[in-house]
């Protein structure tokens, strides 16, 4: 009778301590794999044609994907509205190595992917990548192209007739367009509303808003540094547009 | 001692010592996990402002002038990026409003400065609009409000020009909406008699609808005063398309 109670006690601990060994493994697996959850969801859930290689004119899409990309690889942003995290392009390898496997999934090809990666290590002042940067990263991805829209300021490119010219080695040309013949794709210079060359931004037109005064650009660091918006609205009498095309 | 025999000694009472252990280790670990996430989710611009604290601490006016301990960039800092950065200083005391210190540049900046933090805080956050200029070294100072120098520093700009001045831009388009397009936001605008969209700056097209010319035009002139704007700052072109 002894012998059976002994046995019954062992048995229940034994049960019971089983049951805490299951929940802890269960907390520390919670734990471990929580950290990047929104990369790796989004990640896991986006599967496309591999190998199939956008056109050149597909600029538009190339930077939506490269803002969409960096959007779904940092942490979405807390409840309440004082703090960014979202679209941050101040990455670390995690965020880097998801932008990648991303863009690839997305039918870019590993050497397109790894041209923009290149190109991101060279567009990123300050540790994020800003405006040109962000220009030149998309152009990057949709062409292959890694020769331009990086060493100046967007002023400076914008007052300087190499943008049309002198750029040679380029796989693209630049043709201005005027404001009323804008389509996605195209890059805006802002040019300080009233006069030329007195700001420095640039954007990819996305869309016409039905005001017909402004659109909607995809860009870096508006208004806030080292962030992607792909939903701000711009004047469109404050930019000027250039249209790219491959040669 | 064996499993068995140590469960046998341990007896049901000392069990149940044993769930409250393990219990509280959980408890620790999620509270543990929890504030991690926490921490990690500050963001790398985000500010630690300070929003409410004992009245003792309160600094009285008698306590300026205060310290700078630390800012950015540093003393001497050399290769600071040109482009719309953050110059931070950070104070030994609570400084109660934007009007208790000034802070002055030289050479002065291409464009201007704000200050963005929110007050009272231990540190002065001044965002530079439209950045620097390249390969300069720049003085700052830091004044209490009787003009008295409280710190000054230097820092010299890289030589590779900055990449974008989007919260210059972000001025410049807010202000040229505001003047020329102020009724932007409720454009295009349709009624029973006209519709109105912006042509160009400042000059309105409507559409008359009905052949009451008088009619459309004060009904055109009550909507754009119904949104604040003075009709007399806009040019109105009438087209009847009825």
Same mark, same amino acid.
């Given at each position: 009778? *002894?012998?059976? #109670?002994?046995?019954?006690?062992?048995?229940?601990?034994?049960? @019971?301590?089983?049951?805490?060994?299951?929940?802890?493994?269960?907390?520390?697996?919670?734990?471990?794999?929580?950290?990047?959850?929104?990369?790796?969801?989004?990640?896991?859930?986006?599967?496309?044609?591999?190998?199939?290689?956008?056109?050149?004119?597909?600029?538009?899409? =190339? *930077?939506?994907? %490269?803002?969409? *990309?960096?959007?779904?690889?940092?942490?979405?942003?807390?409840?309440?509205?004082?703090?960014?995290?979202?679209?941050?392009?101040?990455?670390?390898?995690?965020?880097?190595?998801?932008?990648?496997?991303?863009?690839?999934?997305?039918?870019?090809?590993?050497?397109?992917?790894?041209?923009?990666?290149?190109?991101?290590?060279?567009?990123?002042?300050?540790?994020?990548?800003?405006?040109?940067?962000?220009?030149?990263?998309?152009?990057?991805?949709?062409?292959?192209?890694?020769?331009?829209?990086?060493?100046?300021?967007?002023?400076?490119? @914008?007052?300087?007739? #190499?943008?049309?010219?002198?750029?040679?080695?380029?796989?693209?040309?630049?043709?201005?367009?005027?404001?009323?013949?804008?389509?996605?794709?195209?890059?805006?210079? *802002?040019?300080?509303?009233?006069?030329?060359?007195?700001?420095?931004?640039?954007?990819?037109?996305?869309?016409? @808003?039905?005001?017909?005064?402004?659109?909607?650009?995809?860009?870096?660091?508006?208004?806030?540094?080292?962030?992607?918006?792909?939903?701000?609205?711009?004047?469109?009498?404050?930019?000027?547009?250039?249209?790219?095309?491959?040669? | 001692?064996?499993?068995?025999?140590? +469960?046998?000694?341990?007896? =049901?009472?000392?069990?149940?010592?044993?769930?409250?252990? /393990?219990?509280? &280790?959980?408890?620790?670990?999620?509270?543990?996990?929890?504030?991690?996430?926490?921490?990690?989710?500050?963001?790398?611009?985000?500010?630690?402002?300070?929003?409410?604290?004992?009245?003792?601490?309160?600094?009285?006016?008698?306590?300026?002038?205060?310290? &700078?301990?630390?800012?950015?960039?540093?003393?001497?800092?050399?290769?600071?990026?040109?482009?719309?950065?953050?110059?931070?200083? +950070?104070?030994?005391?609570?400084?109660?409003?934007?009007?208790?210190?000034?802070?002055?540049?030289?050479?002065?900046?291409?464009?201007?400065?704000?200050?963005?933090?929110?007050?009272? &805080?231990?540190?002065?956050?001044?965002?530079?609009?439209?950045?620097?200029?390249?390969?300069? /070294?720049?003085?700052?100072?830091?004044?209490?409000?009787?003009?008295?120098? %409280?710190?000054?520093?230097?820092?010299?700009?890289?030589?590779?020009?900055?990449?974008?001045? #989007?919260?210059?831009? %972000?001025?410049?388009?807010?202000?040229?909406?505001?003047?020329?397009?102020?009724?932007?936001?409720? /454009?295009?605008?349709?009624?029973?008699?006209?519709?109105?969209?912006?042509?160009?700056?400042?000059?309105?097209?409507?559409?008359?609808?009905?052949?009451?010319?008088?009619? %459309?035009?004060?009904?055109?002139?009550?909507?754009?005063?119904?949104?604040?704007?003075?009709?007399? /700052?806009?040019?109105?072109?009438?087209?009847?398309?009825?």
């Amino acid at each position: 009778m *002894a012998q059976m #109670s002994k046995l019954k006690t062992i048995a229940q601990n034994s049960k @019971l301590c089983g049951r805490l060994i299951i929940i802890m493994v269960i907390v520390i697996y919670y734990m471990l794999h929580s950290t990047y959850s929104v990369a790796q969801s989004y990640s896991n859930t986006v599967r496309v044609k591999v190998g199939t290689q956008p056109e050149t004119s597909d600029f538009a899409k =190339a *930077a939506q994907d %490269v803002a969409n *990309a960096y959007k779904a690889c940092t942490p979405e942003d807390p409840p309440g509205g004082k703090t960014k995290l979202n679209g941050n392009t101040r990455t670390n390898n995690a965020v880097e190595s998801c932008t990648l496997n991303l863009l690839q999934e997305r039918g870019y090809s590993g050497d397109f992917v790894e041209k923009f990666s290149k190109r991101r290590e060279r567009a990123k002042p300050n540790g994020c990548v800003e405006c040109l940067g962000f220009n030149a990263i998309s152009l990057t991805l949709a062409s292959g192209d890694t020769t331009t829209l990086l060493q100046n300021s967007p002023v400076e490119i @914008l007052e300087n007739p #190499s943008l049309l010219n002198s750029d040679r080695s380029s796989l693209l040309t630049y043709t201005r367009t005027d404001s009323d013949d804008i389509q996605p794709g195209d890059i805006g210079f *802002a040019s300080g509303c009233d006069s030329v060359g007195s700001a420095g931004h640039a954007l990819i037109f996305k869309r016409l @808003l039905p005001d017909t005064i402004r659109f909607e650009g995809i860009e870096s660091s508006y208004p806030t540094t080292c962030f992607v918006n792909d939903a701000q609205t711009h004047p469109k009498d404050c930019y000027t547009f250039f249209r790219v095309r491959k040669k | 001692m064996n499993m068995e025999k140590l +469960f046998y000694f341990l007896g =049901a009472h000392k069990t149940m010592l044993l769930f409250a252990i /393990t219990g509280a &280790a959980l408890v620790s670990l999620f509270w543990a996990f929890f504030i991690f996430n926490k921490r990690q989710n500050i963001p790398d611009q985000s500010l630690p402002f300070p929003t409410a604290y004992p009245s003792a601490q309160k600094p009285s006016p008698s306590q300026v002038p205060f310290q &700078a301990v630390e800012t950015s960039p540093q003393n001497n800092e050399k290769n600071v990026y040109p482009g719309e950065i953050e110059v931070s200083i +950070f104070t030994n005391v609570y400084i109660q409003s934007n009007k208790s210190f000034i802070l002055e540049f030289s050479p002065p900046l291409p464009y201007y400065f704000k200050i963005t933090n929110t007050f009272p &805080a231990k540190q002065v956050i001044a965002k530079i609009y439209g950045g620097l200029q390249t390969n300069t /070294t720049y003085t700052a100072v830091l004044k209490d409000s009787f003009g008295k120098t %409280v710190y000054s520093w230097n820092f010299t700009t890289s030589i590779t020009p900055a990449q974008s001045s #989007s919260s210059l831009q %972000v001025d410049k388009e807010k202000a040229y909406l505001e003047k020329y397009y102020p009724l932007v936001d409720y /454009t295009p605008y349709k009624t029973g008699s006209f519709d109105i969209v912006y042509k160009t700056k400042s000059t309105l097209e409507v559409k008359m609808k009905i052949s009451d010319r008088e009619k %459309v035009k004060q009904e055109v002139i009550d909507w754009i005063k119904s949104h604040g704007v003075d009709p007399t /700052t806009h040019s109105i072109n009438y087209i009847n398309s009825f």
